[in-house]
């Protein structure tokens, strides 16, 4: 689950705890490999920046543009943006 630009994979200890994020594990965690550790992610509230438009997804970086554009790729979407 992603709040606030930050995501808290719920099977990580005290994931509620808001210092705890993919940016910052808990101690004895790895950190957060999205591509394979996660089936979905969910953003309730203040989406990323970068997927705010496809214009944004296809010129960001990071991890939120490269998400975004993995979704694109695998849906053969990317050549219909760009």
């Known amino acids: 689950m ?3 630009l930050l ?25 957060l490999d999205w591509r394979h ?9 203040l989406n990323p920046p970068e997927l705010q438009s496809p214009q944004t997804l ?7 543009a490269e998400m975004g554009r993995k979704v694109l790729e695998a849906a053969d979407m990317v050549k219909h943006v760009k």
């Open 37 to 45: 550790d996660t089936f979905a992610f969910h953003f309730p509230a």
């Open 58 to 64: 296809l010129k960001g970086d990071g991890m939120y």
């Open 2 to 4: 992603c709040y606030k």
């Open 7 to 31: 995501c808290r994979p719920t099977w990580w200890k005290d994931y509620q705890n808001f210092s705890i994020n993919h940016l910052s594990p808990p101690q004895g965690e790895r950190p």
